[in-house]
């Protein structure tokens, strides 16, 4: 060990003759482990809210989607013989999405047509996230079935009492006279069999009926607004979508789950970035005060450095010293700071110690720890500690050892 870390580990670890030096280190070392843990707790938490809602997204959101580049349809047939020669997708399933008005007794909404064909539940996980009433798209029936996400029903006063009842909808008319306002629209009825509830954004959005109907009333037959595809292993979905995106052409838009919703993650980053900004200062000001625990730690040990001094050992070494004795702080710190804040974390994911009350879709707050925000909490406390101690050695100086 050299002299320069010896001498820094005993200005840390021996009690000073000072009080007040002791009370500022103390007052250091403790502001920064605080601050350490906040920084874990707060990135856990956005890591354990971005999962959970990233996990709705999943039972809705298939592998990938495939999406006209220009439009909003395209013709099925060249795409699907495509497709059928591809490895590693599992299913495929052909969609056809459009704005409707729906209109319950006195009220109405305007919801996403989504038809879907057959294979559509094995892309996703809707079939068990239908909270009353059976999903019946695509079964023999005398009318016209469908399944309104839970916040279409909502804004529509339809309940499970209602399921004999039908509801009207409304669609753009492709191809309307535009001198004729009866023409504008098509009408039909549907008669609601089920509810699903997965996601705030989804229930509000979508009602689903069968890909058949959707087309009919659409009078777009043959064609479709999006493939979704399932894929045989998730984890090649880049090397996946990369190769499909070479055998379509740049006519079509090949996007994962993250691209689909894509705004949303967007704002969770944004988001986690601001919280830690502002973390990240708070643990700044607490780093700020090693600098008056250095500077009068170096006032009270001038007479020992002005003899090693004299002794030989150059000044920028002493200097080092103290530059030495920061990091010490702000390492142990921040190394405490992260134990005590990933232990709470760990207890939080495994004991669910705070609960988020009755009503909410799940019991306890979510959150999760990564090893990335334990090593940028790390780096983030080593760099702040540097340069704090950093501009504060560099005040060391001859005419401050000369004082007597």
Not at 38 to 56: D, H, T
Not at 122 to 147: C, F, M, Q, S
């Amino acid at each position: 060990m050299s002299l320069g870390n010896y001498i820094a580990r005993r200005y840390f670890f021996s009690k000073n003759s000072s009080n007040a030096v002791n009370i500022i280190t103390g007052i250091s070392l403790g502001g920064i482990l605080v601050g350490s843990a906040a920084l874990i707790i707060v990135l856990s938490a956005f890591n354990g809210l971005e999962s959970l809602v990233r996990g709705f997204y999943q039972d809705f959101d298939p592998d990938l989607k495939i999406t006209a580049a220009r439009g909003k349809y395209f013709e099925a047939e060249p795409v699907l013989s495509k497709l059928s020669q591809t490895k590693g997708i599992a299913y495929y399933s052909q969609v056809v999405e459009e704005k409707a008005l729906l209109s319950f007794r006195d009220r109405e909404h305007i919801a996403t047509l989504k038809g879907v064909d057959t294979i559509y539940t094995d892309i996703n996980n809707i079939r068990n996230k239908i909270i009353y009433g059976d999903y019946r798209l695509h079964e023999d029936l005398t009318v016209e079935p469908a399944i309104l996400g839970a916040g279409v029903a909502y804004y529509l006063g339809f309940s499970r009492s209602d399921f004999q009842e039908a509801v009207n909808i409304f669609v753009p008319a492709h191809s309307a006279n535009p001198l004729n306002p009866s023409e504008q629209f098509h009408s039909e009825k549907i008669f609601p069999l089920g509810v699903f509830s997965i996601q705030p954004d989804f229930d509000e959005k979508y009602f689903l009926v069968s890909l058949a109907f959707a087309q009919k009333i659409l009078n777009r037959l043959a064609k479709l607004s999006a493939i979704e595809l399932k894929l045989d292993d998730y984890k090649n979905v880049a090397t996946a979508q990369q190769e499909i995106g070479l055998l379509l052409g740049p006519d079509f838009k090949i996007e994962n789950r993250d691209e689909q919703q894509s705004a949303f993650l967007k704002v969770m980053k944004t988001e986690g970035l601001f919280t830690f900004l502002i973390f990240a200062l708070i643990l700044c000001i607490a780093t700020f005060t090693i600098a008056g625990s250095l500077a009068m730690l170096t006032f009270e040990k001038r007479k020992n450095l002005y003899t090693l001094w004299a002794m030989g050992t150059p000044i920028g070494e002493l200097r080092r010293i103290f530059l030495r004795l920061g990091l010490i702080i702000s390492i142990y710190g921040g190394l405490a700071g992260i134990f005590i804040g990933s232990a709470i974390v760990l207890a939080q994911e495994h004991f669910n110690l705070i609960s988020v009350g009755e009503g909410y879709i799940v019991d306890a707050y979510p959150v999760s720890l990564k090893f990335s925000d334990v090593l940028l909490v790390m780096l983030t406390v080593f760099a702040l500690g540097a340069l704090t101690s950093s501009l504060t050695a560099r005040r060391l100086d001859l005419k401050l050892l000369r004082t007597q």
